[in-house]
């Protein structure tokens, strides 16, 4: 893929996930009604979009990363062992720093 489809790729992922944390904010930003019975559900909602917007900011600054590691050139490498990133992983997340096994010993790290 050439460098101007992963940005375009990326963009469109980007503008994806803006539009989607636009909404995520929108709908938390609706005052429940103290007299629901239903304000249980409600703040149970809250709870997930607010744990869906958080993961969607990490998303477009994981995105807005790959992008800034696209103008530098060094898009496609891993940045702990510089390794090329593996087509595929790439295909399915363009946004991700890690090799596959870079990806793995830091998973192991973190579940530890």
């Known amino acids: 893929m050439k460098n101007e489809e992963i940005e375009n790729k990326l963009k469109t992922m980007k503008a994806d996930l803006q ?3 636009s909404a995520i904010e929108a709908d938390l930003g609706t005052v429940l009604d103290p007299d629901s019975e239903d304000r249980i559900t409600q703040i149970e909602n809250d709870q997930v979009l607010a744990e869906m917007g958080r993961e969607a900011g990490e998303q477009i600054a994981s995105i807005d990363a790959a992008l800034e590691r696209l ?3 060094s898009f496609g490498r891993c940045v702990r062992c ?3 990133i593996d ?6 997340v ?3 720093p ?3 096994t870079c990806a793995r010993l830091l998973d192991e ?3 530890s």
């Open 71 to 73: 103008k530098r050139g």
């Open 82 to 84: 510089l390794a090329p």
């Open 19 to 21: 539009r989607r944390l």
């Open 87 to 92: 087509l595929s992983r790439l295909d399915a």
């Open 94 to 96: 363009p946004y991700t």
């Open 109 to 111: 790290r973190l579940s």
């Open 98 to 100: 890690y090799c596959v």
